[in-house]
């Protein structure tokens, strides 16, 4: 059965890590950069970030996130770059299109901080169980329904993509053209995407009733099939991530 998390189990310390630690780091990772508020200290973040996610091996995972960010940040750095209001200083022309030294240094730090961003997020989702991460917080003192919420946010994504894959080889062996041109894809999208949000809808339907059926509104105190192990170095790993927020 296909996993539907974006966790990525290859057996490296990051994925050994406490699901706290990883989490210190996501928070330390965006904070301060901002608090620091220059370029270089966004640039070694993000380096920091690549780091961990080669040694954790899960680099070409990030990619593809950050690949559809970056088209989306390309068009910011176009638009801040010919209208920003601050825009004095002119860099360079492309036709009739001028850019500006402020625009382009403004949407240098936006860029920056959201490749920031995605990269220490995805340390922590690609190398980190959600089951993991959320019997954690339950054992700290959450409540079960907010932990359910945040369990979903990390599942929805592969989920979706699978009932999509699912619905499209469905569509495709009734004849339905799915792939080929922009209009041929626009035209297979409503028939594709309608039972994606039914088949959602159900699902979370049943999960509900699978959930009740389990005792998930049960007051009773929970106990866990797994327990964490404190390895030597998590105090170590924490205090670190204290010592970038400090």
Not at 180 to 195: N, T, Y
Request: charged share 15%; proline share 4%; net charge positive.
């Amino acid at each position: 059965m296909k996993s539907l998390s974006l966790y990525q189990e290859n057996g490296t310390v990051l994925n050994k890590l406490h699901s706290d630690i990883k989490l210190l780091y996501v928070v330390a990772a965006i904070l301060v950069p901002i608090l620091i508020s220059g370029y270089l200290s966004y640039a070694c973040a993000i380096v920091i970030s690549l780091i961990l996610l080669i040694w954790g091996h899960v680099l070409r995972k990030a990619v593809p996130v950050v690949s559809v960010s970056g088209i989306v940040l390309l068009t910011i750095v176009i638009i801040q770059g010919m209208f920003y209001s601050a825009n004095s200083v002119e860099v360079f022309r492309i036709g009739p299109a001028v850019f500006y030294q402020e625009g382009l240094l403004y949407s240098l730090s936006i860029v920056l901080n959201v490749f920031n961003i995605l990269l220490a997020i995805c340390v922590l989702i690609f190398s980190t169980k959600p089951s993991d991460m959320i019997e954690s917080f339950i054992d700290r003192g959450f409540s079960p329904q907010i932990g359910y919420v945040f369990i979903s946010i990390f599942q929805i994504i592969p989920q979706m993509a699978a009932t999509m894959g699912t619905i499209t080889d469905a569509q495709r062996s009734r004849g339905m053209e799915v792939e080929g041109s922009l209009m041929v894809r626009i035209k297979a999208f409503l028939p594709l995407i309608s039972p994606v949000v039914m088949s959602s809808l159900a699902d979370t339907k049943e999960r509900a009733v699978a959930l009740e059926v389990r005792g998930f509104n049960s007051r009773n105190k929970k106990v866990f099939l797994y327990e964490h192990k404190k390895r030597p170095w998590t105090r170590c790993c924490k205090l670190c991530c204290f010592w970038r927020l400090s």
